[in-house]
């Protein structure tokens, strides 16, 4: 199965047409959302063309498209507009006998591990950063953010098929890569 992978969305129209466009190019059967989906939160600046309400009509339309985590600035009035689960704090996908575990980053991440097994990937956003580190147990994966990157990163998503994680700038164009 093709998966987009996309977190950190904060409310920006202008970005969630961008990463639908790409939704669209890439040919992906799901989208999985790792949360904050509408709010820009306390500690960020507005995005580009903020319209939450612009991001509800764009996404619900794909609702039976779209798995999606709780991040940490979205709450049960987002759920309210949202006709897709969101306050779910983390689900999983099992591939080549190894879970993948999706969160949004805020209450599991690194310093805070979920019950992972030896070759298990914890998949979160949050951070705003793309990243792909191995550590001796697991494998911890950050597609970055879609509207607001941090520490110079690309307005980016990820696809994941078989076995292989690809970072993408919004324009398509792989950054980085990471093969189970």
């Known amino acids: 199965m093709k998966l987009m992978i996309a977190s950190d969305i904060h409310g920006s129209a202008y ?16 989208l999985i959302l790792l949360g904050d989906v509408l709010y820009h939160g306390p500690r960020n600046d507005l995005p580009k063309e903020y319209a939450p309400k612009e991001v509800i009509a764009m996404l619900n339309p794909l609702k039976q498209d779209i798995l999606c985590v709780r991040g940490n600035c979205d709450t049960e009035v987002d759920q309210m507009v949202l006709e897709f689960p969101i306050l779910a704090d983390y ?4 591939e080549k ?16 591990l979920p019950m992972l097994k030896k070759g ?14 191995e ?8 597609p970055g953010s879609v509207s607001i990157p941090k520490e ?7 696809m ?3 076995g292989v994680f690809l970072w993408k700038n919004l324009d398509g164009e792989v950054y980085m890569e990471y093969q189970m």
């Open 15 to 30: 970005y969630c047409r961008q990463l639908l466009e790409a939704y669209e190019k890439e040919g992906a059967e799901k």
């Open 91 to 94: 689900g999983f996908l099992y």
């Open 97 to 112: 006998e190894h879970m993948i575990f999706l969160t949004h980053g805020h209450v599991f991440n690194e310093s805070h």
């Open 120 to 133: 298990d990937i914890l998949l979160h956003g949050h951070t705003h950063v793309p990243v792909c580190r």
């Open 135 to 142: 550590h001796e147990d697991y494998v911890y994966l950050n």
């Open 152 to 158: 110079n990163s690309a307005h980016s998503y990820m």
């Open 160 to 162: 994941y098929e078989d």
